[in-house]
């Protein structure tokens, strides 16, 4: 089974949500908050995440709360399991560039709540999901409860026939 962590960002500016749209492989486009895999490189989650939302945006976060929530995603039928947090961001600064050196960011954009779940539509449900539950309800962090958690197990062998389920 393939393991790989990923570290997601929430930017928020005068309540409006930062989205960078995907190319991936095969021409598939999707929205999702900007982030990426946390590499053997890195020396931290918050280092990985700052570093692929400068590459991905050009903004520089010096501060992060988090995690928000969690999400695990296992897909057997392909030999995967992915685990990604997602943490808000309290203090950056800097204008929107895009010079990701993967080239699977093409652009960003600040939008309304209503507009990123539009976005959101075509973005895996275990991106999705999480993130609509967050713009809805904007959850505290309280040291009982420190972040959320979403799991989904994802079946099937290519991406026409995946199907999802929520834990």
Do not use: K
């Not at 989205?19 to 590499?39: A, I, M, Q, Y």
């Not at 993130?131 to 979403?150: I, M, Q, S, Y």
Request: aromatic share 8%; proline share 5%; net charge negative.
């Amino acid at each position: 089974m393939r393991e790989w962590t990923v570290a997601s960002g929430l930017i928020e500016r005068d309540g409006e949500l930062l989205l960078v749209r995907n190319v991936r492989r095969g021409g598939v486009e999707d929205w999702s908050t900007p982030g990426g895999v946390v590499d053997a490189e890195d020396s931290s989650l918050l280092a990985a995440l700052t570093r692929e939302v400068e590459e991905e945006t050009g903004i520089i976060v010096s501060e992060w709360v988090g995690p928000v929530y969690e999400v695990v995603a296992e897909a057997a039928d392909l030999g995967w399991r992915l685990r990604c947090e997602v943490h808000l961001a309290v203090a950056y600064e800097g204008e929107i560039t895009i010079a990701d050196p993967d080239g699977i960011v093409v652009e960003a954009s600040y939008c309304i709540p209503s507009d990123a779940h539009d976005l959101l539509a075509t973005c895996p449900q275990w991106v999705r999901e999480p993130l609509a539950e967050w713009l809805l309800d904007r959850w505290e962090l309280t040291p009982e409860v420190p972040h959320r958690r979403f799991e989904y197990d994802v079946f099937g062998t290519s991406r026409s026939d995946l199907r999802v389920e929520r834990r």
